[in-house]
Each structure stands twice: as structure tokens, then as C-alpha cells.
């Protein structure tokens, strides 16, 4: 990809582009085929052409490198589909005319390139995943013929939440990750937040990792000042103690630093260790990850093994169900900008931190029986079997709470052949009559608790079936007064259904805190 701001002196010909570009610093003389040219798009607009495949593009020699991996995402298709039939009839490929008669027509979507088919996509990042989950399983199973019962075989995950390989490997004997809190990415709270980072990313990543295995710790906690951020300030004097303490309170059976000393030179040069460049003074990084060890050895003498949680706090545990396939699908297809799907869950995950809950980010196999509310935000692509769970959870006693876009395709990522959202009506205990996106520069206003919060992203216009009551409504537009948030009994339990995206997550609390109460 060439953009205009890294170019200049640029001239387009019949048989070359040209331009100069500065590499490491070095200016540099560039000419590009036009036949390698496959688009160009507007700075303003992002709006753009492609230009027809030439001779030169199809070259067996020019995509011979891509051939194995064409090859591997097509073998998973045959395992999965059996048939090409199939493989079309969940694409939906006759929509524009794609229909695939032989699997070898079939190759690896250009997933930056607009109009590639959205069933394509999801399917080669399910491919993705298990390629890079079964990886790592070969590793394991290499690395144990040469290891000592004693040995531990683990990875350090990066705490993604668009992927669908984290966790999945097989033989790893436990899960850990790794966590920076401190590198320009994060203002936190208040004017010098930044020094301390977002508080709820190691709590989160706690509960995202802690349920997969039973057992996880963290592989990498930041030391210190770190190098490759975009700014990499210094971090507050006792934030590495603090997220120490963070991590060990929920739950972590180990946590380990990246890295020991300083380095010296390398591509990581600056990045601050337990010691610093002499190799033998401590860091205030350092210092901190000694007093912390001071501080457990400490707690082991008190630790009583018959202490038992206290009730009230049990009786909040709360499970957030999570399936990766459903946030890929989401980012595949937000309908509007303003939609952000980690920033949907951390509405609800904040939420519920809030009231001192214990959470644990739950998957499909989980039993629900075990959280006395559960919550499922934007679970958009769903099936009978899993309607029927979460009917049967809610009539058993739990406390359901779904969030807007939970149900609205099927597993494929179809619209239902249906009315919208219609196989989940019973459990919502409503119609969903159409749904609305906003523009940025005109929200709208939900009333909620004689209070009004602002929304743009997404909203569903509900119809409450009878015994079904309406919490909160839509103001401000032709459908001022529709339903928005409602609540009903369901068996022993009960279902809540926040339809409405808000901006600050200030809805989702407030009605989270009502349900709590309850």
C-alpha cells in the first residue's frame, strides 16, 4: 500500500508509477508497474477503483507462495462443507453472481478490499484460528519429547478479544498472558492517567483467561518503562506493585516480568528490566516486584483455608457469555461506525465490577446454572440449541440479560428467514419491530428511571408481548416512546433485554444496578 503522505514527485505513466519515498531515513527512486497496480483510492473519501487482472497477476510464479495456504484453507472447507453445494449455500454466493462450482476456484479473501463476501471472511479467520491454535499444539507435543515431567509447556496470549485461537491449544498444561498498562495508548483517569493506564484491562484479561483452563498467570508484566509504545512516559511510582496485586487478586497462580535486565542495545533498547543497564542495580520497577514478594510471603502465614466467600458476593457472580465467532462476525459487519464491539462488553464488564461481582467470561459449553445472572451482549449469530439453553436457564432460576443484536442471524451469519429477530421474540418477551444507527452529529436520547442517556451506535424498536414491562424508552424521533430496555419473568428467573447501544455505558449500569438490586 502506497499512501500520498509518504510519497512526493509523483508521477503516473502509461507503463510505471513513480514517486520518491524515504526508507530508514534513505530517500528512494521507486517505479511500479501499472500491471502491479489493483486499485487506487481517495484520500478524501476512501472511495476507490480496482483495475482489471492482467497477465502479469496471474502468473503462476506471482501467487506461488499464497498456493499453500489457498490449499490449506480449501482442505478445511472440504472437512467442514463435504460439498461445494454447501460451501455456497452458506456463503450465499449466488447474491452477485459468485456461485463456486470446484473448491479449487476458491481462494484466500482479500479481507481490505470492499465487497468480498462476509461468509468467505468469517470462515477463513475460523481457519485462521485453528491453524494457529493446532501450531501451537504441534510445538507442545515436539517441545515434550524433549522436556522433564516437571516442565510446564505454556505461550504468552496477547489479551485479544477479535480472535478465536486464544485458549484453544490443547496442550498447553495451563494459559498465561501478557500485559503492558503504560505505553501511549491508554489516558486512564484523570490528567495523569496515563501513568497508570486503563484500570479494567488486567481485571478483564483475569477474567477472560482464569475460566479457559482453571488455572493461568501472566507471563509478562511491564517492569517498568517500556520502548516500542507510541509514547512510553514512565509509569506511576507504585502502579507495577499495584498491577502485581491486581493480578494475583484474581486469581493467578504465577506472574513473571519481561524482561530481567535492561538491554544494552537491540531492537528493544530502552525498555526498562527488573535491573537496569549495570545489570545489577534495581529498577523502581524492580524494587517493586521485591516488596510485592515480601508482601505474599506475608500473606501466606494468615491464609486460612477454611475461609469461605461471603454470601451477598456470591449471590452476585455473574458469567458474560463470549464466543469469538460473534465478535468477528460483528467487526465483519457493524452497520455503522460508531459501533464497537470490546467497547459493547466493557459496558456491561464495568458494570458489573462495579457492584463488587465476581465475573468469568463464560463460552457456549459453559453450564449458566453455575452464575446467578448471566449476561449476553451482542450474541448476534445463535441457534436453536443455544435459544433453548438460555430459555431453560432463565425458567430454572437465573437472571438473563441480552443485549441489542443478540439473535438476529442464524450460526451462518444469515438474517433469519423471518421477521427480525423473530426466534428469539419468546425469550425476549417482545417483537423487535426494525432497529435504527444514528448519525454521529444528531444522538438521541433513551429515558430510563426518569433519567436520559444518549445513544447513536444501534437501537431496537421493541413491541412488549403482555406481562412484559417496559424500563426504558426511545426519545427524541419519530418513534418517541418505543420501547427500548424491557424486563420480564420468565419461570423461576427472569430476562432483561437492553436493546440500545449507549454512548458511555451509563444505561447498561443503571439497569444493570436495577436488576441487581432486584
Known sequence: NVSMDATSSLKLGNEFIEFKARFGGKPRDIMVPIERVMAIYARENGQGMAFPVSDAQTDAESFA???????????????????IDAVNEAWGTNFWSGTYTDFQEINIPLHKQWGMNLHAQ?????????????????????????????????????????????????????????????YGGDKGIGPKGYRVGEYS????????????????????LQPGQVNWGSINPQPLPGAIRMYLWHVFAGGSKFTCTYRYRAPLYGYEQYHYGIV????????????????FIQEINGLRSKYDVKAQLPKPYLQRKTGILFNSDNVQGLNLNKQTTEWNTEA???????????????VDFVRDTTNFA???VLIVPAYEMIDQQMIDKLTKYAENGGNLVMSCRTGIQDRSGHLWEAKFYQPMWKLFGAEVLSYDLLMLHSPDKIKFNNQEFAWTSWGDLLKPFAGTETWGTFEGDFYAGTPAVIFHKLGKGTVTYIGVDSKEGDLEKQVLTKLYKQ
Do not use: C
Not at 537496569?276 to 516488596?291: L, Y
Not at 466493557?346 to 461481582?357: E, R
Open 122 to 182: 468469517l470462515d477463513h479467520y475460523r481457519f485462521a484460528d485453528e491453524e494457529t491454535a493446532t501450531f501451537l499444539d504441534e510445538q507442545a507435543r515436539v517441545l515434550r519429547k524433549y522436556t522433564s515431567p516437571d516442565q510446564y509447556i505454556t505461550s504468552n496470549y496477547i489479551p485479544m478479544y477479535d480472535v478465536g485461537y486464544v485458549g484453544q491449544s490443547k496442550e498447553f498444561d495451563f494459559v498465561a498472558y501478557t500485559r503492558y498498562m503504560v
Open 370 to 372: 453455575n452464575y446467578p
Open 344 to 358: 459493547h462488553f466493557l459496558k456491561y464488564y464495568k458494570a458489573a465490577k462495579s457492584f463488587g461481582a465476581p
Open 276 to 291: 537496569g543497564t549495570d545489570g545489577v542495580t534495581p529498577t523502581p520497577g524492580g524494587k517493586e516486584f521485591s516488596q
Open 201 to 220: 484491562r488486567i481485571a478483564m484479561a483475569n477474567d477472560f483467561f482464569r475460566p479457559l483452563k482453571g488455572a493461568y498467570g501472566v507471563m509478562e
Open 65 to 83: 507462495p499464497l498456493e499453500p495456504l489457498a490449499d490449506g484453507f480449501r482442505n478445511w472447507l472440504k472437512k467442514k462443507y463435504k460439498t
